[in-house]
């Protein structure tokens, strides 16, 4: 079983300025992990993905995030943030041996609210 | 590409009533939809994979003839609250996989439905 931590449950930014959202996971096994942004009463948008290869994932919206195996994190950032970007934004995490072939089963963290200052 | 859609996006029903939660995907077919819930200020719980053709799986939990799910088509799942009661409010999010060749495949989300059972 895998799951996720996000340790900040509300972040505050002014406009402009670089924002890092936390996410640390557990799992015994290999995992695929993902941002997804979710707006007020809307459903999920996936922001980006790791799957493999390089741990530098760049996303939408001109989020990247960065895995690392080490520290079990895989935090979310921008160098300079926008009003549109404050959200609730969750990450998650799915078991890589059920992705090919099978379906995923994603494990979310309990999100984190970015709210952007002007 | 990728969309998927529910319908309604907001429903009101009186204690003891059954509702219908309609969730497609609307420019690809998805063998594969999930159902989750959402309580106010909290993540994502899995409640039930629906697979086209057959039995959903549901989540520890989650009660199969409370929460009743048919994937009639490729395209169509559909959620059904019976015997609602106001513990069942709630906002419920769909989500199908969608592959995208080499990429593997990716949880698209619907925009979610508020219930509110009176």
């Known amino acids: 079983a895998q799951s996720v931590t996000q340790l900040d449950s509300q972040v505050p930014v002014f406009e402009e300025a670089p924002v890092e959202l936390r996410c640390n996971y557990s799992s015994s096994v290999s995992v695929y992990l993902f941002w997804y942004v979710q707006y007020p009463n809307q459903g999920l948008q996936l922001l980006l993905k790791?799957?493999?290869?390089?741990?530098l994932v760049k996303g939408i919206n001109g989020f990247e995030a960065e895995f690392n195996k080490s520290q079990t994190s895989f935090h979310l950032r921008k160098p300079s943030v926008h009003i549109s970007d404050t959200a609730e934004y969750f990450c998650?995490?799915?078991?890589?041996?059920?992705?090919?072939?099978?379906?995923?089963?994603?494990?979310f963290g309990t999100g984190t609210k970015l709210q952007v200052i002007p | 590409g990728a969309v998927v859609s529910q319908h309604p996006s907001r429903v009101i029903c009186k204690s003891g009533t059954s509702v219908k939660i309609e969730c497609r995907s609307l420019?690809?077919?998805?063998?594969?939809m999930f159902w989750y819930r959402q309580f106010p200020k909290q993540s994502l719980m899995l409640m039930a994979t629906?697979?086209?053709?057959?039995?959903?799986?549901?989540e520890q939990g989650v009660e199969k003839d409370k929460f009743l799910i048919n994937h009639a088509s490729l395209t169509l799942s559909t959620l059904t609250v019976t015997s609602a009661h106001p513990e069942d409010s709630s906002f419920y999010i769909c989500?199908?996989?969608?592959?995208?060749?080499?990429?593997?495949?990716?949880?698209?989300f619907g925009p979610g439905t508020r219930l509110l059972v009176l």
């Open positions: 420019d690809f077919q998805a063998t594969t």
């Open positions: 998650a995490v799915s078991d890589s041996r059920a992705y090919s072939g099978g379906y995923q089963k994603v494990t």
């Open positions: 629906s697979n086209e053709g057959s039995k959903a799986t549901y």
């Open positions: 790791y799957l493999s290869g390089s741990t």
């Open positions: 989500s199908a996989n969608y592959f995208s060749g080499g990429a593997g495949e990716t949880q698209y």
